[in-house]
C-alpha cells in the first residue's frame, strides 16, 4: 500500500507551491540563480514556485529551515561552497549536507581573481608570496566572512605557500570592496565578474584566477594553473537539495526540469553576466561533489586551525 501511495504522490507532484531556500541575501549569486531557475521552472513546466531568502550562522538557518520541512520535495535548499566547510567550522550544528540532503542537480559554476590594490608592490601570485614571506603577519586578507570562498581559499594559500596574513571579515560587500581598493586591505578573492570593471580602469590588479582555464571578460589574466599554483583551482557552483528521505522519482522530476531550464538562451546568459555558466549533470555525481568537497574544505579548515570567534 506504501508503495502505490508513494508512486501516486510522485505522478502528481508538484501540486502544490515548491519553495527554493537561498542561505544568503538578496542579490547574491546564489539567490539571482535561484530566482532565474525558478522563474524558469514557473513558466517552462506551469510549477508554482517560491525563492526565500534565509542567510546566517554560516547557511546553517537555511538548512535547518529545509530540514524542519517534510521530504516531499516542496522544499528545495540551494548549496554552494560555504555549505560544505559546515561540518568542520560548526562540529556540533545537528546537520550535515552531505548526510541529511539528498542530491538534485549542480546548477551553476563560476571561479574567483585574486586581486590586489594597486599600491601593493606584487604583480603575480609568486610576487604576492614573496612579499608576504618577507613580512609575515604585516598584511591582511579580506572576506565576506567565516567559511565564504574568499576565507577558504586564502587559507589555502597560506597553508601551500608557507606564508602569513590576517583575515579580516566583512557582513557589507561595499565596505569590503572600499577597504581593498584603499589598500585598508592588501588582497581577496573575489567573483570574476566583481572585478572586470575594476581591473579594466586599473583600481585593482588580478593576479590570477582560480580556473584551469582562463575566463571571460579577464583573458588577459593568467590562471593559477599557469603560474605553478595548480592546487588553489577552486571552483564556486549553486545546487540544489532536498531532504533526505525524499523519492526519487520526485529527484528525477526535479533534475529534469532543471537541466531543461538549463539550456534556455535567456537563462545561459543571464548566468553569464554572473560569470557562471550552467553546469547540469546527474544527482548522483552532484552528491558525490558534496562529499567530495565536506571532505576537502574539512581538511583545509583543520590543516590551518581556522576557529570561529566566540
Known sequence: MLGIVLAAHAETYPSG????????????PPDVIGRVIASELAEAEGWRMVVENKPGALQTIG????????????????MSVPTAAVPA??????????????????VSKSYYALVVPPSFPAKSISELVAVLKQNPGKYNFSSAGFGTPAHLISEMLKLQAGIQAIHVPYQQSQQRIGDLLNGTNHFDFLATVTVGDF???????ALGVTAPDRVAGLKDVPTVVEQ???????????GFAVKSGTSSDIVTTLNKAVHKALQKPKVIETFAKLGATPAGGTAD???????????YWGKVIRDSGIKLPQ
Open 199 to 205: 581591473v579594466e580602469s586599473g583600481r585593482l590588479r
Open 63 to 78: 538548512m535547518s529551515d529545509v530540514l524542519k520541512q517534510p521530504a516531499d520535495g516542496y522544499t528545495i535548499y540551494s
Open 228 to 238: 605553478g599554483f595548480a592546487e588553489l583551482v577552486v571552483e564556486d557552483y549553486v
Open 17 to 28: 507551491v515548491i519553495r527554493i531556500v537561498v542561505p544568503t541575501g538578496p542579490g547574491t
Open 285 to 295: 555525481a552532484f552528491g558525490t561533489l558534496v562529499k567530495d568537497q565536506v571532505a
Open 89 to 106: 567550522l560548526m562540529p556540533n550544528p545537528g546537520m550535515r549536507p552531505d548526510v541529511d540532503f539528498t542530491p538534485i542537480v549542480k
